[in-house]
Each structure stands twice: as structure tokens, then as C-alpha cells.
């Protein structure tokens, strides 16, 4: 079985979106609550997202909150 670095804590690590870690050790992101005026599943901001690593994920997270402010 292969061994993955640790995340910091996983509850409340972003604030507002739940993270968990796949079996395969890949880190998922979920918005908590639907970004507002959200309704487009074609493009961002996608409320679910995946990343290698920690860091890769929250700046994932962070784009797709950028991403939302522009849409409004």
C-alpha cells in the first residue's frame, strides 16, 4: 500500500468546502453550499474539485472562488 503525505487536519481545513482523501490518496474538495446564482454545469466555478496535493488543492478551491466572483 502506498503511504501519502499528510494533509493538515482535513475538517475545517478550508473553510467552507469539505475536503476528504480518496483511497487512492487523491484530495477532493466539495463547496459546502452552492456558489450563489450557481446553475451551469459546463464551466466554472465547479463546486467539486481534485487535486495531488494539499497546496494544489486549495489553490484549485481558490480559483474556483475567483471564478465565482467574476461570474456574479
Same mark, same amino acid.
Given at each position: 500500500?502506498?503511504?501519502?503525505?499528510s494533509p493538515?487536519?482535513? @475538517?475545517?481545513?478550508? /473553510?467552507?468546502?469539505?475536503?476528504? +482523501?480518496? *483511497?487512492?490518496? +487523491?484530495?477532493?474538495?466539495? +463547496? $459546502? !453550499?452552492?456558489? /450563489? &446564482? $450557481? &446553475? @451551469?454545469? *459546463?464551466?466554472?466555478?465547479?463546486? !467539486?474539485? *481534485?487535486? *495531488? !496535493?494539499?497546496?494544489?488543492?486549495?489553490?484549485?478551491? @481558490? +480559483?474556483?472562488?475567483?471564478?465565482?466572483?467574476?461570474?456574479?
Open positions: 500500500m502506498t503511504k501519502h503525505a493538515p487536519a482535513l @475538517e475545517g481545513a478550508i /473553510p467552507g468546502w469539505r475536503v476528504i +482523501r480518496s *483511497d487512492a490518496g +487523491r484530495l477532493w474538495a466539495s +463547496r $459546502e !453550499t452552492p456558489f /450563489p &446564482g $450557481e &446553475g @451551469e454545469w *459546463d464551466g466554472p466555478p465547479y463546486r !467539486t474539485v *481534485d487535486a *495531488d !496535493t494539499f497546496e494544489q488543492l486549495r489553490a484549485e478551491v @481558490e +480559483r474556483q472562488e475567483a471564478a465565482a466572483e467574476t461570474a456574479r
